[in-house]
């Protein structure tokens, strides 16, 4: 006799009626975020358009930016790679120039501190060259201690340092033979009234002036006519371990008529008057800040065209059930897309721009930190271009794609 196997009991249907489960943020943000680069790159005219501004902003905003940072370099260059720790300076001095001279006790005293390994004397003041035509031209003369390690040429592209030590030798900038009379090795030069021979060549060492001319500590001296006994700066090397800082402050201590600040400090100090006591930060900080509004306005009027061009198909998105805010998620994509690819290409373009009009006498300053901030300008830029677009979208409504 067969067993009875049991019916399964019938299914209970679930009444019908409307799903009330809403999908979740990451999966409305990534549609949102599918439909709106579908959008975009359907209309490559007007992406391109679009593209065009965010580009043109970063461009003109980084070659801005660029040349300001190259021309604050000019300033510090020389404290940058004079190859001291601590500067021992004349009371109030706020950059670098030739001025008021201190005495050579400053430098005997820094010699004993405790932290420094090194200290060496530099004389830094003009000179007029002689032009074998007839005419001169002015160097900015910088004299120091063999092995002329603190404050000797740098960027040498010809010549070796030590050539220095001969008899009435210095080393010129290459870039300014021409204006120094075809200037080549070994040409006698008369400098201030003495006969001078060019023993070597640097390159780029051009400040926000004449270029810089360097010579042993003598020969300057002979040439700028300072006393025995007077320099304008003593350069201090810290000890290994030894804290900039701390050594300043021991230094300050001692030396109560001359001011003595770090490296760090001494730059800062330059920029902070380049800012504040020159035509520079004003010119090239409206400039750029010029750039970066012509920019916002480009890409603000392409946003904004591109949504009207499409607001019918915004409208469309509305009446199949998308909010506001899901409307503000599909802007925010594009103009984050809008904002790093501009930004990729601008960034090419700016530095094959840097690359060719690279001299000794212009050079932009192109610094990864201009690069991350420019990124994130853009995109800060780009997305306030949406927000306007989105005052547009949210007087939308869904009823006008069926008239």
């Known amino acids: 006799m ?16 409307p799903i009330n489960t809403r999908a979740t943020f990451r999966m ?17 005219l007007k992406m391109f358009g679009t593209l065009a501004g965010v580009i043109f ?6 070659q801005q930016a660029g040349t300001f940072l190259g021309l604050i370099y000019k300033n510090v260059m020389f404290v940058e790679n004079a190859g001291a720790d601590v500067w021992i300076v004349p009371a109030n001095t706020e950059t670098i120039q ?22 060496a004397p530099i004389l830094f003041g003009n000179a007029v060259m002689s032009l074998p035509g007839g005419g001169s031209q002015p160097v900015t003369l910088v004299g120091a201690k063999a092995p002329w390690v603190l404050g000797g040429p740098w960027n040498i592209v010809q010549g070796e340092r030590e050539l220095l030590g001969r008899p009435d030798t210095m080393f010129f900038e290459d870039s300014d033979r021409e204006y120094l009379g075809n200037l080549n090795l070994r040409s006698v030069r008369e400098l201030n009234g003495h006969n ?7 390159w ?3 400040p926000f002036g004449p270029s810089y001319a360097f010579a042993d500590f003598d020969l300057a001296r002979s040439l700028l006519r300072v006393d025995n006994d007077q320099l304008h700066f003593v350069l201090v090397k810290v000890a290994p371990g030894a804290d900039p800082k701390d050594v300043r ?3 300050q201590a001692a030396l109560t008529d001359v001011k003595v600040m770090t490296r760090a400090e001494y730059k800062s100090s330059i920029v902070r008057y380049v800012l504040t006591k020159t035509p520079i930060g004003i010119t090239f900080g409206t400039s750029t800040l010029f750039g970066l509004v012509v920019g916002l306005v480009i890409v603000s009027l392409s946003m904004f065209s591109a949504v009207v061009d499409n607001v019918r198909e915004f409208g469309t998105l509305k009446a199949i059930g998308a909010t506001n805010t899901d409307l503000a ?12 690819m501009g930004t990729l290409v601008g960034l090419f373009l700016v530095t094959r721009l840097a690359e060719g009009i690279r001299s000794a006498k212009l050079a932009l300053q192109l610094i990864p930190e201009l690069f991350i901030g420019t990124s994130v300008l853009m995109i800060g830029l780009c997305v306030f271009a949406s927000t306007l677009a989105l005052l547009r979208l949210r007087k939308v409504e869904p009823a006008m794609v069926f008239r």
């Open 2 to 17: 067969s067993a009875v196997v049991p019916l399964p009991a019938p299914r209970q249907r679930r009444p019908a009626g």
């Open 28 to 44: 409305r943000f990534s549609t949102m975020a599918v439909v709106g680069l579908r959008m975009m790159f359907h209309d490559k």
């Open 57 to 62: 902003a970063t461009v003109l905003s980084n």
């Open 98 to 119: 030739a001025g008021k001279l201190v005495s050579d006790s400053n430098l005997m005293a820094a010699k004993v501190t405790p932290g420094v390994a090194e200290a």
């Open 196 to 202: 001078v021979v060019a023993g070597g060549f640097t």
């Open 204 to 206: 780029g060492l051009l």
């Open 249 to 251: 402050s021991r230094l």
């Open 329 to 340: 998620k599909l802007l925010f994509v594009q103009s984050v897309t809008y904002a790093v």
